[in-house]
């Protein structure tokens, strides 16, 4: 698995996840729950591909 690829998943993951909650106003209420599902089940992988990693650190 390639690691910078997986970091700038990370990154973007919680980034999106940070901007949806400052934005959180602004956004239209009809788009609000499928932006924020959309972004828990990213935030969501983003952490098991750290768990991931960490797990197929020794090997």
Known sequence: MDATATL????AAFSLGAIIIMKKDSIPA??????????ILLIAFAFFLIVYSFLNLGS
């Open 30 to 39: 009809s788009m609000r729950r499928g932006i924020a599902l959309t972004a």
């Open 8 to 11: 700038i998943f990370i990154i």
